[in-house]
């Protein structure tokens, strides 16, 4: 563990990252991005201090949802990111038409992740921005449960409907569950009638869609968080809106 933090302090000192205990509130900014190294399917957090200085970050796999630390640089367009074990992210910022002069006024971001002689593409775009550093308790609008314990039972029902099992995804509805979109949208009211029309709600298009979910930093917008751009939304008493695609 000495080795790690000692790691990341270095790379911390050479690139002039200053302590996040030394930034204020006023002068941060959150960006998250999505998208992939190589195959693999992530998302990362970045806030800036001032214009170009990266006071906290990180990403994690959707295979793992473990958070990877991460220091690193913004120099103009090229973002230096390093892990604390070694891999390091050189992406270039990218705006609309053109590389982008900052985070603030790009797009995404594209280039390498290598650790020792491996190095695998990596594309991302810039999925949301908002001031501040990230809230210690993200989805405090949504529920007074800690955030791993509501992440765990947005999981449960995801892998509940996406094996079919009626009964456990039933468990982890908040009724009435709006079903909008499709061919029959309606209002479910029991776990019965979730239950009958399983195959309606459930249809080919939505189940890819939540496929796709990571139930891990969602997005949070009145008093409730959702996954797969929107497809589920989930309150404090579970999933709450479908949506078909």
């Not at 690193?72 to 990111?81: A, K, N, R, W």
Request: glycine content about 12%.
């Amino acid at each position: 563990m000495a080795r790690i933090v000692w790691a990341g302090a270095a790379f911390a000192m050479a690139i002039g990252l200053t302590s996040p205990a030394a930034a204020q509130p006023g002068d941060l900014q959150t960006y998250e991005l999505s998208g992939t190294v190589g195959t693999h399917r992530v998302v990362m957090s970045l806030t800036i201090r001032g214009v170009a200085q990266v006071w906290v970050a990180h990403y994690f796999y959707d295979s793992q949802l473990k958070d990877i630390v991460l220091v690193g640089s913004e120099i103009g367009p090229v973002l230096t990111l390093m892990e604390p074990e070694g891999g390091l992210f050189k992406l270039k910022l990218q705006g609309v038409g053109g590389d982008g002069g900052s985070l603030a006024t790009s797009a995404g971001a594209s280039g390498t992740w290598t650790e020792g002689a491996r190095t695998l593409p990596v594309q991302l775009s810039v999925d949301s921005a908002y001031d501040g550093a990230p809230s210690a308790h993200r989805y405090a609008d949504v529920t007074g449960a800690g955030d791993a314990v509501f992440e765990a039972r947005v999981k449960r029902f995801l892998d509940a409907v996406l094996a079919g099992n009626k009964p456990a995804a039933a468990a982890l509805v908040s009724y009435p569950l709006a079903v909008n979109g499709g061919a029959h949208p309606m209002s479910v009211k029991s776990p019965a009638q979730l239950a009958a029309n399983w195959d309606r709600i459930f249809t080919a298009a939505l189940l890819a869609e939540l496929r796709t979910a990571v139930p891990h930093e969602m997005f949070v917008r009145n008093g409730q968080a959702m996954v797969a751009g929107g497809a589920a939304w989930f309150d404090a008493k579970g999933a709450s809106a479908l949506n078909d695609p």
